[in-house]
């Protein structure tokens, strides 16, 4: 399903958040961005994956653990709830 300008976009986006595309690649993949909402999703995981890369570098894995900890305390919770309410 993917086209071939989002699977070229796709191969990019890391060299583009690295700073490591030159001007005009950066501007056509900031327009294609603009105008393909999947683009964005996968530009915004990599974005994130990026920085979460960055943090775990930085510190500990320790509040990773803990916020999956934590989700799945909240499903848990949210489970319960609709089983109670059933
Ligand atoms: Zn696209």
Known sequence: MTKP???????QIYAYLDGELDRASQERLKHHLL??????DEYER?????????R??????????????IMTRISITVTSVQVERD
């Open 5 to 11: 300008e989002c699977q070229a976009v796709m191969e």
């Open 46 to 54: 990599d974005l994130l994956l990026k920085s979460l890369l960055q």
């Open 35 to 40: 105008e393909c909402p999947p683009c964005v």
């Open 56 to 69: 775990s570098c930085a510190c500990e894995e320790a509040p990773t653990a803990l916020r999956a900890q």
